[in-house]
């Protein structure tokens, strides 16, 4: 299995970023996919998952903000960040949920390497 994500950047507050995370080694429509994101000196935070569906779930901060997309085409999951503020800052990890939990309440199976977001002025 090989996640790997793309897109990351600075910002300024307001702005927008949209992630990509290639998936490989495994049947990527047939998986649950989320994205998660480790902010300096805290946890891994469940921030979105998709499911085969197209079925998509948010935490209550991306809500309203970030779109999650799949397309099992290009075996890509993206994550479309809009209205980012400061408090987005963070590592964003593409990554499989165990036991395809859309909004991984038992962790993650496999996770990328990680894209860092920094939203500043």
């Known amino acids: 299995v090989q996640l790997v994500e793309s897109g990351g950047g600075l910002v300024q507050p307001g702005g927008s970023l949209r992630l990509s995370c290639a998936a490989s080694g495994f049947t990527f429509s047939s998986s649950t996919m989320t994205w998660a994101r480790q902010a300096p000196g805290k946890g891994l935070e469940w921030v979105s998952g998709?499911?085969?569906?197209?079925?998509?779930h948010y935490a209550d901060s991306a809500k309203g903000r970030f779109t999650i997309s799949r397309d099992n085409t290009k075996n890509t999951v993206y994550l479309q960040m809009n209205n980012l503020r400061p408090e987005d800052t963070a590592v964003y990890y593409c990554?499989?949920?165990?036991?395809?939990?859309?909004?991984?309440?038992?962790?993650?199976?496999?996770w990328g390497q990680g894209t860092q977001v920094t939203v500043s002025s």
């Open positions: 998709i499911h085969i569906d197209d079925t998509t």
């Open positions: 990554a499989i949920p165990r036991r395809g939990s859309v909004s991984a309440v038992n962790g993650y199976d496999y």
